[in-house]
């Protein structure tokens, strides 16, 4: 297995929530000519356009790919690229493509140039109603009951595939509901814990689509970050694990979720009507054990549930009022 130092990165999926806040981390840590990011469709920010490198790519068209990493002489690759569940569950075909065949071209062309690292995101979504809910183990029952759960266990299987058959350096952790406030996450269960931010400060009320009681493990930006980049720069023989890190630092109703929120802004109105994402959320976890991570690189989150409302609220209402 090559240990080469980091030389040149490739971000895909950099438009999107995580993508556009990694790329700019690894851009301030490594340099910014030396992480290209990329997209699909959506235009990048002014931040992200004139801070580094930046080019259109379709991971599920092997060519794309391929062109940018011969060009930019790339050896780390952050797969960020990724249809999430509620999209995933309207659209099961396009989700496996993204998720499963844009995956199988990342792995093959890493592999392929012997590349340094690969970082394959997961998700609680490996997890489905017959999995223990609270306090979800490291290693226990995966049977989703949606298309990006199926895609996201295929997608740890087949990284910890490439590391034990191809001596490919592949990771990943299995994210939680992720809140932000940079850019707005797409088409995910989770995404009313980040909506009900943007719309407490702009409007003072929301219309939440799962109900009050509903339980997940969440983590804010900051700690995703730290964490994903961190267990990218672990060392190799630390590791037990590598494709499917239990990963959390909080989890909360959104009920619980709404009276924090009032604790800023007392007139917020919050109504629950709970949609089809309901039943996505209720074959997940209330909350996992990440002892693994803890263990294995050391992993610490900063943020609970009233630190990152507080900056939460702060980022957006500066932006915002
Ligand atoms: C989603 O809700 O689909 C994602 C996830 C938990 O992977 N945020």
């Not at 130092?5 to 490594?30: D, F, H, N, W």
């Not at 396009?94 to 844009?102: E, F, K």
């Not at 590391?163 to 707005?184: A, C, H, M, Q, W």
């Not at 009900?196 to 983590?219: D, H, Q, S």
Request: some cysteine.
């Amino acid at each position: 297995m090559s240990r080469k130092k980091t030389k040149r990165i490739l971000v895909t999926g950099a438009v999107g929530q995580i993508g556009s806040e990694l790329t700019m981390e690894l851009r301030k840590r490594y340099g910014n000519d030396k992480v290209l990011a990329t997209g699909r469709k959506t235009k990048p920010s002014k931040m992200l356009l004139n801070s580094g490198p930046f080019e259109f790519i379709d991971i599920t068209i092997r060519d794309t790919v391929e062109k940018v990493v011969n060009e930019y002489d790339i050896d780390t690759i952050y797969n960020m690229a990724a249809i999430l569940s509620a999209v995933g569950e309207e659209k099961p075909l396009l989700c496996w493509n993204v998720n499963i065949n844009g995956l199988y071209n990342i792995l093959e062309i890493a592999r392929e140039r012997e590349m340094n690292r690969v970082f394959v995101p997961s998700s609680i979504a490996v997890f489905g109603p017959e999995t223990p809910r609270d306090n979800t183990p490291q290693d226990t029952v995966l049977k989703p009951t949606t298309m990006y759960g199926v895609t996201k266990v295929c997608g740890e299987l087949l990284g910890d595939y490439y590391f034990k058959r191809f001596n490919l350096d592949v990771r990943g952790i299995r994210y939680p509901g992720i809140i932000s406030n940079e850019t707005l996450p797409g088409g995910g269960t989770t995404d009313y814990a980040v909506e009900i931010f943007y719309e407490a400060i702009k409007n003072r009320k929301y219309t939440c689509f799962v109900k009050k009681e509903t339980m997940l493990p969440m983590m804010y930006m900051p700690d995703c970050i730290k964490g994903t980049i961190d267990l990218m720069e672990t060392d190799l023989l630390k590791l037990k694990h590598h494709c499917n890190f239990n990963l959390t630092s909080m989890s909360f109703s959104a009920g619980e979720l709404e009276s924090e929120i009032k604790k800023h802004i007392p007139n917020f109105n919050c109504e629950y009507k709970p949609d089809f994402r309901q039943d996505i959320a209720d074959s997940w976890p209330r909350s996992i054990d990440d002892s693994a991570a803890r263990e294995e690189w050391g992993w610490k989150p900063e943020y609970d549930l009233p630190t990152m409302t507080e900056d939460m609220l702060d980022n957006l209402g500066k932006r915002y009022e």
